[in-house]
């Protein structure tokens, strides 16, 4: 079974950073993306960051140029870097990753249990 384990998230000051990182266990064939998803108190869960297995890596707009996602493949672990971060980036960190399993011959959508970024003087 394929579980995903975030870690990294905590309570910053405006202007400071956090790494987050989401390790992947279980038997992994092949995997079609990976993505970073937040939701903030009162809002809908939407799209941060998202890369295929290609490495093309893609971002919302509000966070071009402060966030950067990038991935250990020995580790199988994959982590945001967030610089220059704001209060409206405050929210619940996602990862998901869309894989094929080994015991499965159809993909698999997989979520982490999801790690608290919170924003604040």
């Known amino acids: 079974q394929v579980q995903l384990v975030e870690s990294g998230g905590g309570l910053v000051q405006p202007g400071g950073s956090l790494r987050l990182s989401c390790a992947a266990s279980g038997g992994i064939r092949s995997i079609r993306t990976m993505n970073w998803y937040r939701q903030a108190p009162g809002k809908e869960r939407e799209l941060v960051a998202t890369?295929?297995?290609?490495?093309?890596?893609n971002y919302q707009d509000s966070v071009k140029g402060r966030f950067t996602f990038s991935r250990d493949n020995v580790k199988n672990t994959v982590y945001l870097q967030m610089n220059s971060l704001k209060p409206e980036d405050t929210a619940v960190y996602y990862c998901n990753w869309v894989v094929l399993p080994v015991t499965r011959n159809t993909f698999l959508e997989v979520w982490g249990q999801g790690t608290l970024v919170t924003v604040s003087p």
């Open positions: 890369t295929t297995s290609g490495g093309n890596t």
